[in-house]
């Protein structure tokens, strides 16, 4: 499965080179936008979700808020970077976490026998 915020977090790699500082910030608002979008994308073509594309807004939006919330921007492009290189690091596992959080609450468990859906491959 393609993951759903490799695109938003490449443009946070640009926006952290513009001086983003190191502290925990809330994401910028054109990263969280595109997240939300890829997100949105992903959640309503994943053969897991079929039938529950109208929470994929609510879906998306706790994955945005709750990463925001938990995972410093700084960790998420870790993330990305290593989701890249095919590593399971703590910090995929720790974005993992909250999608799956948020697809608990918000989609229901994953369907018997099918695992849950991540962005790790």
């Known amino acids: 499965m393609k993951s759903f915020w ?3 977090l490449a443009m946070a790699l640009v926006v952290a080179a513009t001086g983003l500082s190191s502290a ?6 054109q990263f969280a936008n595109q997240w939300t979008n890829g997100c949105l994308n992903s ?7 079929r039938g529950k594309e109208r ?29 890249a290189a095919k590593k399971n ?8 976490d909250v999608v799956r959080q948020c697809q608990t609450r ?4 994953a369907p018997a026998g099918k695992p849950t859906t991540n962005v790790a491959r």
């Open 24 to 29: 925990q910030q809330p994401y910028p608002t």
């Open 55 to 83: 929470l994929c807004p609510s879906y998306c939006g706790c994955v945005v808020q709750q990463a925001q919330a938990s995972v410093p921007l700084e960790m998420a492009m870790q993330a990305e970077k290593d989701l």
């Open 6 to 8: 490799s695109v938003p």
């Open 106 to 109: 918000v989609l229901g468990p």
């Open 43 to 49: 959640c309503q073509t994943n053969s897991l979700f």
């Open 89 to 96: 690091t703590p910090e995929v596992q720790r974005v993992n």
